[in-house]
């Protein structure tokens, strides 16, 4: 259980083998101290004590508290000279602040950053106290978890800054989940002033690294082609990943890590933190010339400002941060846990999901219920277990230009509305699903033509449209209400026990024309999509919500809140996918990232692939089909039909046990601009697997995407087993010793063709 040691000087958190320290100087300043390996305890002793008088422009320390800094942090920037000084100073600005304001001292990058009424910035935030609270108390109407392990001993460490010009009262909260080594952040700004004034920047985390010989790993990319993983060292200045669409965004995942340069998947020390966010962004890190580096999430400030008036408050979304010395594998690892331990809606957490045949690749557009019905009688033969009704289902919807908001039947296409296409799907075997877009109305709707003020929009400026859509202002609660309405009533029409929640265009002309408050429209129309998703998952428990943003464009933590499994990417090509899934791995565990196998040639690269590669680079994930199984010869189905009884034999692995990327070792940073997969070690070769929770049983999985001429294959090293044990490789009937899976693995020969896969099954001899 986490462990709080609270000092007037400061407070050490321990929990789950990592520890937390802050220190509160003298000035009243709270500064970060450590953030890594558990500690016995962590030396406070001498960080408070009443120095000097002034803070402007350097600070005198006193010698002891500069010796028990130092200790923790190292010497202080210009300390070392100042020490041959009768008295040695230091600038409040190379203090490693824990949340930094900014134009009082401190000069860096802020986490907060306030406008007085006056116009003027300069704020200036003293510890004032610290105290431990039980349970976890959330930001309000903002991600969070629910029921997290040994919940009776959750408690968290909530710290009060104050900048007493301003009256800004900052709410610092600390809560480490009990047994995983994951710290969740937020921060509540109150305004105890006398005049308002508008905070236009407001970090849900903060804290400063000392050495910048550190590479940053982030994860960037666009459509079809989301979370490639990329990494370079730090440099000096700042360095961020922001997206300011509206969205968390296809190109710029909420999501950072830092590392030593010789971090892998097996060894180094990893530091990350990702927001539990699906609004704009920001994660950056500002390098200072001292080599300190400061790294920082928060909702992106870029043409933000919240006015705060006198009693108000404003509340940050959380930030999940976390600490690995075992690479980049035990980082996933610590994720992994938090999300299915503590972050998922707790009635899915350790629930089978179904095996999903959707209809989008199938038919578009133009789906009928004899197709549908058809598609879930092909499919039942390849092991589905639900059908997925995507777009083009509703009012006059036969394209992309019309329709969206009308969430009735086509009275052409389902003239007796979806209650019998679904009992008939259940007929053939399989729960019925269906897609919808509810943030968004098309111009040509019923819905836009009673509502055409229900749009975000700026008065006197044409709306852009962005797939012949507008975006609908979930800012106003009146708008929620409605969908809310809606929603309900569409849901409680059939037998319909699953919803993929679409969202398919950036957001322009951000403007709210019914509610206040402009500079923050955007975290408000956030505001509102939680509140529908909350209300409607509460509403329908049983309903299976997937998450979707023309493809994986909100694929995020905070989605996860409320959406157990999310469609991770349009781009269903299989050796696309092996990058896409593999970056989506580092925070998000395999049963939350839908992979569906597809139709050759791809309908996005035209690549052919072999079946059974298509399949396993899919089975183990959240694992579906989206094709037109009438087209599919009977050789590919028996192979789909293979793989699906592959998946539900194994289906607990998948979900429970611990995910490994074995291929490459390195985490090497991929290109990013041009979309075709950088050749990585071992030409083009990508290796992971599932090894479940007692070891007992271990399945993995290597592709190759080009064959070599001449080649003698190569090999995939194997981690994560009982090293105390032997175990069989079932398909192959063979015994393996782990220790030489770990160093030398399994051998993959060299392959006849392009794009080849295999698997092999372990079990633990007893
Ligand atoms: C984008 C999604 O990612 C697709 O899977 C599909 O649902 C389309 N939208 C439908 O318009």
Request: with cysteine; proline share 8%; net charge negative.
């Amino acid at each position: 259980m986490p462990r709080f040691e609270l000092g007037e000087n400061g407070a050490h958190i321990s929990w789950a083998g990592t520890s937390y320290v802050l220190g509160v100087l003298g000035q009243g300043h709270l500064v970060h101290g450590y953030f890594g390996p558990e500690l016995a305890r962590a030396d406070l002793t001498h960080l408070v004590r009443p120095v000097g008088v002034s803070y402007l422009p350097s600070l005198p320390i006193d010698r002891e508290e500069l010796a028990a800094f130092a200790r923790l942090w190292g010497p202080l920037p210009g300390s070392v000279a100042g020490a041959a000084m009768p008295r040695p100073v230091y600038s409040p600005d190379l203090l490693p602040l824990e949340f930094p304001g900014f134009g009082a001292g401190p000069l860096r990058i802020p986490a907060c950053l306030i406008r007085a009424e006056d116009g003027t910035f300069a704020t200036r935030f003293v510890f004032r106290e610290q105290r431990l609270v039980d349970g976890a108390p959330g930001p309000e109407g903002l991600p969070w978890v629910r029921e997290i392990p040994g919940a009776v001993a959750a408690r968290t460490l909530q710290v009060d800054l104050v900048d007493e010009c301003t009256g800004a009262l900052v709410t610092l909260s600390y809560v480490p989940v009990p047994g995983i080594p994951v710290l969740l952040r937020w921060a509540r700004i109150t305004n105890t002033g006398t005049k308002a004034f508008q905070v236009e920047q407001m970090c849900s985390a903060s804290f400063d690294l000392p050495g910048a010989e550190l590479d940053l790993v982030t994860l960037n990319g666009s459509w079809a082609r989301e979370r490639t993983i990329h990494r370079r060292p730090l440099a000096p200045g700042l360095q961020q990943v922001e997206s300011r669409d509206g969205s968390s965004s296809r190109e710029h995942s909420p999501w950072i890590a830092l590392c030593e340069p010789r971090a892998g998947e097996r060894d180094g020390n990893v530091w990350s933190l990702s927001l539990m966010y699906s609004g704009n962004h920001v994660h950056r890190v500002e390098v200072d010339p001292h080599g300190s580096a400061r790294v920082q999430a928060g909702i992106n400030p870029f043409a933000f400002a919240a006015t705060i008036a006198p009693g108000d408050t404003f509340d940050t979304p959380a930030a999940a941060l976390t600490f690995s010395a075992d690479g980049f594998g035990g980082l996933s690892a610590n994720y992994h846990r938090f999300v299915r331990e503590a972050l998922l809606p707790p009635r899915w957490r350790d629930r089978d999901r179904p095996v999903v045949i959707n209809s989008w690749e199938a038919y578009y557009f133009d789906v009928t219920p004899a197709k549908l019905v058809d598609l879930a009688r092909l499919g039942a033969e390849v092991g589905a277990e639900l059908l997925v009704l995507d777009d083009g289902w509703f009012k006059g919807r036969h394209d992309d230009t019309t329709s969206l908001g009308d969430w009735t039947p086509d009275p052409g296409k389902f003239p007796e509305g979806l209650g019998p296409v679904a009992d008939a799907v259940g007929g053939a075997g399989l729960a019925f699903g269906i897609w919808i877009e509810p943030e968004m109305v098309s111009p040509d709707s019923d819905l836009y033509r009673a509502h055409p003020d229900w749009v975000l929009s700026v008065p006197g400026r044409p709306s852009t449209q962005a797939r012949n859509q507008l975006v609908l202002d979930m800012a106003n609660p009146e708008v929620v209400e409605y969908l809310f309405g809606v929603f309900s009533d569409l849901l409680s029409s059939a037998n319909i026990t699953y919803v993929k929640w679409d969202m398919n265009r950036k957001m322009s002309e951000v403007g709210s024309p019914s509610t206040g408050d402009q500079g923050t429209v955007a975290h408000r129309y956030m505001l509102g999509v939680y509140s529908l998703l909350g209300r409607l998952t509460e509403r329908f428990p049983e309903v299976l919500f997937e998450g979707c943003a023309g493809g994986g464009g909100r694929f995020d933590l905070g989605m996860l809140a409320y959406t157990p499994q999310y469609w991770t990417s349009d781009q269903t090509d299989a050796v696309e996918r092996q990058r896409i899934q593999r970056g989506t791995t580092l925070f998000a565990p395999p049963e939350t990232i839908g992979a569906h196998v597809s139709a050759v040639p791809n309908h996005q690269v035209g690549r052919v692939t072999p079946a059974l590669t298509r399949g396993l680079t899919a089975v183990g994930f959240n694992f579906g089909f989206e094709l037109d199984l009438a087209g599919e010869n009977a050789e590919d189905r028996k192979v789909y039909a293979g793989i699906s009884a592959l998946y539900k034999r194994h289906r607990a692995l998948f979900r429970r046990g611990r995910f490994y990327r074995y291929l490459p070792e390195d985490v090497a940073g991929e290109s990013v601009a041009a979309g075709v997969p950088r050749p990585v070690a071992g030409g083009g070769r990508c290796a992971w697997g599932f090894v479940a929770p007692d070891k007992g049983s271990a399945l993995v999985f290597a592709f190759q995407a080009v064959a070599g001429a001449n080649s003698d294959g190569g090999f995939v090293r194997v981690w994560g087993l009982d090293e105390s044990a032997v175990y069989r490789d079932v398909e192959r009937d063979m015994p393996f010793d782990p220790v030489f899976l770990r160093e030398r693995g399994f051998w993959i020969p060299p392959s006849a063709g392009d794009y080849q896969a295999r698997y092999w099954i372990l079990e633990r001899e007893e």
